[in-house]
Nanobody, 123 residues
Framework: VQLQASGGGLVQAGDSLRLSCAAS????????????IGWFRQAPGKEREFVAS?????GYTVSVMGRFTISRDNARKMVYLQMKNLKPEDTAFYYC????????????????WGQGTLVTVSS
């Protein structure tokens, strides 16, 4: 599976933004529904961190609970990350990733990555 993240931009604190992750799957390959999807982010000078994940359920890191919502549309081969009440500390490159394993918060469990999309939140 190949992934392409988009939707980043410059916003002000308190604003909302929706990131999209478009998946392309080769013919005769497992469909998107067989993958667990995660969103990760990496701020300048910091390590990549888990943000949210989805398979048949969803999971979030504590700092985004109640503000971010991950969702997927397998028919459209899309995964979304709706972000509300953005804070300056949310500024980072955001990456979507896929794994055939059970959903995980560890980036090392994901074998497929899209390029990052930059989210910048000004105060």
């Amino acid at each position: 599976v190949q992934l392409q993240a988009s939707g980043g931009g410059l916003v002000q604190a308190g604003d909302s933004l929706r990131l999209s992750c478009a998946a392309s799957v080769r013919a005769f390959s497992p469909t998107l529904s067989s993958y667990s999807i995660g969103w990760f982010r990496q701020a300048p000078g910091k390590e990549r961190e888990f943000v949210a994940s989805i398979d048949w359920s969803t999971g979030y890191t504590v700092s985004v609970m109640g503000r971010f919502t991950i969702s997927r549309d397998n028919a459209r081969k899309m995964v979304y990350l709706q972000m509300k009440n953005l804070k300056p500390e949310d500024t980072a490159f955001y990456y979507c990733a896929a794994t055939r394993r059970t959903v995980s918060s560890s980036s090392s469990d994901y074998g497929y990555w899209g390029q990052g999309t930059l989210v910048t939140v000004s105060s």
